[in-house]
């Protein structure tokens, strides 16, 4: 402040405030924590899926996808928002309680309703294995009510480590669970009592390290206040489960339990590729347009310049996803073979199609960045509503024609999320598409050549009789390695400027 220089023994520090060198070791520390936790949780599940999809048959898995769906919709009402209104208000005791109490009032109702679901399969429709998995799919909620109030308390309280451990080895028990119900013949209702081994594990060790316990009361304007925060959290959870688990209700209503199985394990492989893609491009936008939203030019001005950003992360993004989600669709049937087996090999096409659908729904991860750093965010609700509405809505009108026509209409819904994205990246945040356009096109390029290396590779596989693991791991390596070197002709010989290039000598 009174122009003196800065000391040179810590040229760095000076920039950052006093607190967050103190803290700045516990942040790395909560935050690599979490993430770990959050690595694990995704391994346990992803192995949950694989040997349950290998184990159980199409019919009985596309049960238990179907009945999960259902449930997860009442575990969405019955979580309610309570942890976020525990993290976002400073709560004293008497508040906590309050939150716990309607926390287990939301689990306890919620039970019975899906109790009632089991009762109704059972006397009614005379199915009582059905209903049995449904009465145990309903020992979730009460559980689950009550574990996002502790996590939401874990996280105001800062004990972030405590509950990434606590998370870590509730996966494990599940996991564990599981299996050994699946080698002792439970089948399918092996994978339910892992995840509620899971939830108990979680919940009852969050009691122990939060050293809390709700004590039953509720006040009207306190309750009043809650729902009300509730109800913004629950319509947004919504729409996602909609959008999320549409396509297996649909299709396991109007075309059979099989079916259904095989479209869920479809989408399941399809979100373990887009999971790894789609998190660290959300965390990269944020990070890259936070840089470029306010740039200090030489006469110490800020400009803004997110828009340039974008297009250059757009082009980047596009030309490593797409030929991801591409070759993931050429190989699809020997992945499914090498996976689950060839009782599965009904799913492949479904990968391919699918794989397109998630190409078309990449762009979007840009968007909310990209709006919120240009202060245009307001645009984003209605996106998702319509986007959402497209998708259930084709779902709903397809289903009945059979699930490979489903999985078309999703591409039909994601070339509307595409066409929105675009309209609101252009118009408010500055993306030139045009640029983008243009520059895939030479991507495109790339990736036929991949294509036609893949495509032969198989064809020759085949003629020599080798495994379908060798067939795979050839077509892999070297359909990314003509892909790559693709790209680098098209700049090196034609001087092409390739900004996947570009943006790695950057």
């Given at each position: 402040m009174d122009g003196s220089p800065l000391p040179p023994s810590s040229p760095g520090r000076s920039r950052l405030p006093p607190w967050l060198h103190l803290r700045l070791p516990s942040v790395i520390g909560d935050g690599a924590s979490t993430l770990c936790s959050k690595i694990v949780s995704q391994v346990v599940q992803l192995l949950v899926f694989l040997v349950a999809a290998r184990v159980l048959e199409s019919a009985e898995f596309g049960l238990y996808a179907y009945s999960s769906a259902i449930m997860i919709l009442l575990v969405v009402v019955a979580e309610g928002g309570w942890g976020e209104f525990?993290?976002?208000?400073?709560?004293?005791?008497?508040?906590?309680?309050?939150?716990?109490?309607?926390?287990?009032?939301?689990?306890?109702?919620?039970?019975?309703?899906?109790?009632?679901?089991?009762?109704?399969?059972?006397?009614v429709f005379h199915q009582t294995w059905e209903a049995m998995l449904l009465g145990l799919f309903s020992c979730w909620f009460l559980p689950s009510s009550l574990s996002v109030v502790y996590d939401g308390l874990l996280v105001a309280r800062g004990l972030l480590r405590k509950q990434a451990a606590i998370r870590i080895a509730a996966e494990v028990t599940g996991l564990c669970v599981t299996i050994l119900g699946l080698w002792i013949g439970w089948n399918v209702f092996s994978i339910v009592a892992g995840r509620l081994a899971t939830q108990l594990v979680g919940l009852f060790a969050s009691a122990i390290v939060a050293r809390w316990v709700p004590r039953l009361r509720l006040t009207w304007p306190f309750a009043r206040e809650i729902l009300e925060f509730s109800r913004h959290i629950l319509a947004?959870?919504?729409?996602?489960?909609?959008?999320?688990?549409?396509?297996?209700?649909?299709?396991?209503?109007?075309?059979?339990?099989?079916?259904?199985?095989?479209?869920?394990?479809?989408?399941?492989?399809?979100?373990?590729?887009?999971?790894?893609?789609g998190e660290p491009a959300r965390m990269l936008a944020w990070t890259l347009f936070r840089r470029a939203a306010v740039k200090i030019d030489a006469n110490g001005r800020a400009s803004r310049d997110v828009g340039a950003s974008a297009t250059t992360f757009m082009i980047v993004l596009m030309a490593a996803s797409a030929p991801i989600y591409l070759g993931l669709s050429l190989i699809s049937s020997g992945l499914i073979y090498v996976v689950l087996g060839e009782k599965w090999a009904p799913a492949a096409i479904l990968v391919t199609i699918l794989s397109v659908k998630q190409v078309l729904l990449t762009p979007g991860y840009v968007t909310e960045p990209?709006?919120?750093?240009?202060?245009?965010?307001?645009?984003?609700?209605?996106?998702?509503?319509?986007?959402g509405a497209?998708?259930?809505?084709?779902?709903?009108?397809?289903?009945?024609?059979?699930?490979?026509?489903?999985?078309?209409g999703q591409c039909l819904a994601s070339l509307i999320s595409f066409a929105v994205s675009m309209h609101l990246q252009r118009n408010y945040g500055g993306l030139a598409w045009s640029r983008v356009i243009r520059n895939c096109a030479y991507v495109a390029v790339a990736i036929a050549a991949m294509a036609a290396t893949v495509y032969l590779?198989?064809?020759?596989?085949?003629?020599?009789?080798?495994?379908?693991?060798?067939?795979?791991?050839?077509?892999?390596?070297?359909?990314?390695?003509?892909?790559?070197?693709?790209?680098?002709?098209?700049?090196?010989?034609m001087g092409i400027p390739i900004p996947i290039f570009v943006a790695g000598r950057g």
């Open positions: 525990v993290m976002k208000t400073e709560c004293s005791e008497h508040e906590l309680d309050q939150i716990g109490t309607i926390s287990i009032i939301s689990g306890v109702l919620v039970t019975m309703v899906g109790l009632g679901i089991a009762a109704t399969v059972w006397l947004n959870r919504l729409i996602i489960f909609l959008r999320s688990y549409s396509g297996t209700l649909a299709i396991g209503s109007f075309l059979g339990l099989t079916e259904a199985g095989y479209y869920r394990v479809a989408e399941r492989i399809i979100a373990a590729f887009s999971e790894l893609i990209l709006l919120s750093l240009t202060g245009n965010i307001r645009h984003m609700p209605m996106a998702l509503l319509l986007n497209a998708s259930v809505g084709l779902i709903v009108i397809f289903a009945p024609f059979g699930v490979e026509i489903t999985a078309w590779l198989g064809y020759l596989a085949q003629a020599s009789a080798l495994r379908h693991l060798s067939t795979l791991a050839i077509q892999v390596v070297f359909g990314g390695t003509i892909y790559v070197l693709t790209l680098a002709i098209l700049q090196k010989v």
